[in-house]
C-alpha cells in the first residue's frame, strides 16, 4: 500500500527533547506512527511523553536498544549534517531530515559519504513522509489526506498539503507522499521515488509537485517517458517569479537562465505528463478510473 | 551574501593568492594619497554589487595622484545599476598580457564542487560560456577528498597554460580552494588572473558569494554585508526571518511558505492580477512576524489588495489572525484583504477575524478570483 515507510517503520527522533522534535513526535504518536525511541546527547536515561518513549545519548545505542529502522531528524542546522553521519553509521537505512538551513557545504560532504554507504536520505529541508492509514514520518498534518491509489512526491512543503487537501475534498487517497525538500543538494530526488512508485503494485497513478531553479524536473522528465507504465500528472510553482530572485527556498532559485518553470512545463508535457495550471486542478487530470 | 571586489582580495591574499598592490578609499583625498604611496599609474575601481562595473565606466585609469583625486571624485558620485557608489578601490595598474579565468562553485547536478577554468578570461567570460564552452574547462572535487595537486595540474593543463607558469598557478588553485572551503563561499572567483608582462600572476579582480546558511561559523562576514544592494523593506523583513522579495504588481501576498507563496503569486496571474511581493512568513509564525509582514506589505505604494493564504501545518491559524488583528489595529489599511486559512486551527482563526472588515474565501481559486477583483476596485 505504500512506499518507504508503512506499518512496520520503528522510528527514531533526533532531537526529539527539542521543541519541534516534541510537538511532532507528539503528533506522529497520535497518528498511529511506531515511535520507538529519541536520542539527544546528553538527556539518555530519560523518558518523554508520558513515560512512552525512552531517551538515549547516541543514535548507535538507541538502534541496539530498541530496533529503530528509521530516523527523523529535527536538530538545529548547524548539528544536523552531524545528526545525518551519526545515524548512516548507525547502520539506520532511512533518514528523514526536516531540519531547514544546512550549510550546502555540508550538505556536499553528507551526500558524498552517504553515496558510499547502503542507506536513503530523505530531505534536508523537506516534511517528510506520509503513508494515510499507516505512519507518518515528519511533520505533513495527518488529517488532510485519506488512504488510496495515488503517489505523490514533492519538492515543497505547504504547497504539497494544498494538494493533499484538494485531493481530500475530491475522495482522492494516496498511497505515499514523499516531500524530497527544496535545497539545491538533497539526498532523494524525484527519479528515486518515481522509480518506487513505478514498482509499487498499490500506487496506480503520481502527481509530481516541482518548482523553479535545479533541472531534477526535467531529468523526471525524461525518466517518466522512458521507463513508466503508470499516468502522471504534474505542477510547478514558481511561474511568476523573476529571474535571479531567491524565492525563499535555497533551491527556489533561478541560475543563469535555466531552470525556469515554463521549461520545466515543456519537458513534462513532451514526456506525456498532464501539468496543472493550478493545485485543485490537480484531481481533474487524474484518471478517474484508477481512483478507488 | 556577495562581498565586494577588496573584500574578497583581501581574503584571497591572507590565502597566499597575488593581488596588486593597493587600498580602498571613501573620499577622493584618500584616493589621491594611496595613489601617492603606490606611485606610477593607479587603477580606480567603483566597489558596488553589481556586474559591469567597467561598461558603465566605473573603473577607470589614472596616471598620476591628481588624476586619481579627479577619477575619484566622479566615481564617488555615480550610480551604478541603481547602487550608489560608496568606495572605490585603488589599485597600481598592471601590465597585463594575458587574462584567465579561475573559479570555484557548487555544481548542484554533480553535488559537488567545480572548478571552472579558461584561458579566454576577462570581462567576456559569460559570453564565451555561452558561445564556446568548451574552453572553459571544469573539475569535480570530492569534497570529503578535497582538492588534490594532481586536479590542479589538469586544470592548469587543460586551459594550456604556459609550464613555466604552472607553479604559481597550482598555488593559487590551491589558495583559492581554501577560500572556498574555509569561507563557506558558493562562489570563489578571480577573473581575470593576468599573467603580466613581468611574468607574474596577479588576481586582479576577485569575488565571493558566502553561503548564508554557513553565516554561524563566520560572525566576521557580518559586518561585511553591504546593505545599499538590498531594498529597505527586504533588510526590515530580515530582521522577523521573514522572507520578503517585491515586485512590481499590485496584489500583496503573505503565504507561509515558499512553494506555496509562489503558487500564490502564479495564481493571482492565471487569473489575470499582478503580483505585488512575494512573501514567505516561514513555518511556526507567530503573531508578531504576522504583524510585520502585514506592516512591510503595505509600506509598499503599489498595493491596492492583500491576500492571505496560510494552509496551517507547524504554522497554527488562530496565531496568525491574532496577528492580522494587531497590524490592522497599528497600520489600519485602506485597501481591502481576502482571507483564505486552512489547516491546523482554521476555525479558530476564522472566528477571531469574524468581526474585522476583510473578505474571506474557501479555495485558492476562490481567493485568487476575489483578491484581483478586489485590486480592480470590483469588490471591497
Sequence with gaps: MSILI???????????????????????????????????????????????????????????????????????????????????????????????????????????????????????????????G???????????????????????????????????????????????????????????????????????????????????EEKAAEFIATRMTKPVVGFIAGQTAPPGKRMGHAGAIIEGGSGLAKDKIRALEDAGVKVARHPEEIPDLLNPTAMA | MKLHEYQSKQIFSRYGIPIPKGRVASTAQEAKQIAEELGGKVVIKSQVLVGGRGKAGGIRLAKNPTEAEEVATQILSMEIKGLPVRKVLVDEAANISSEIYLGITNDRAARKPVIMASSSGGVDIEEVAQVSPEKIIKVHVDPLLGLRDYQARDVAAGIDLPREHWKSFISITHGLWKVYTECDATLAEINPLVITAENQLIALDGKMIIDDNALFRHPEFSEMRDLDAEAPSEIEARKYGLSYIKLDGDIGCMVNGAGLAMTTMDIIKLFGGNPANFLDIGGGANADKVAAAFRIILSDPNVKAVLLNVFGGITRCDEVAHGIVAAMQEVKPKVPLVVRLVGTNAEEGREILSNAQMITAETLVDAAQKAVAASKGELQ
Excluded at chain 1, 135 to 144: A, E, T
Excluded at chain 1, 153 to 172: D, F, M, N
Aim: proline fraction near 5%.
Design chain 1, 6 to 132: 508503512d506499518k512496520n517503520t520503528r522510528l527514531l527522533v533526533q532531537g526529539i527533547t527539542g521543541n519541534e522534535g516534541m510537538f511532532h513526535t507528539r503528533q506522529m504518536v497520535a497518528y498511529g506512527t511506531n515511535v520507538v525511541a529519541g536520542v539527544t546527547p546528553g538527556k539518555g536515561g530519560e523518558w518523554v511523553l508520558d513515560g512512552k518513549i525512552p531517551v538515549f545519548d547516541s543514535v548507535r545505542i538507541a538502534v541496539e536498544a530498541t530496533g529503530a529502522n528509521t530516523s527523523v531528524i529535527f536538530v538545529p542546522a548547524r548539528f544536523a549534517a552531524d545528526a545525518i553521519f551519526e545515524a548512516a553509521d548507525a547502520g539506520i537505512p532511512l533518514i528523514v531530515c526536516i531540519t531547514e538551513g544546512i550549510a550546502v557545504q555540508d550538505m556536499m560532504c553528507v551526500r558524498n559519504y552517504l553515496d558510499q554507504k547502503k542507506c536513503r536520505l530523505v530531505g534536508p529541508n523537506c516534511p517528510g513522509l506520509l503513508s494515510p
Design chain 1, 134 to 216: 499507516q505512519s507518518k514520518v515528519g511533520i505533513i498534518p495527518g488529517d488532510i489526506s485519506i488512504a488510496g491509489n495515488v503517489g505523490i512526491v514533492s519538492r515543497s512543503g505547504t504547497l504539497t498539503y494544498e494538494v493533499l487537501y484538494a485531493l481530500k475534498l475530491r475522495r482522492i487517497g494516496v498511497s505515499t507522499c514523499v516531500g524530497i525538500g527544496g535545497d539545491p543538494i538533497n539526498g532523494t530526488n524525484f527519479i528515486d521515488v518515481l522509480s518506487m512508485f513505478e514498482d509499487d503494485p498499490h500506487t496506480e497513478q503520481v502527481v509530481l509537485i516541482g518548482e523553479i531553479g535545479g533541472s531534477d
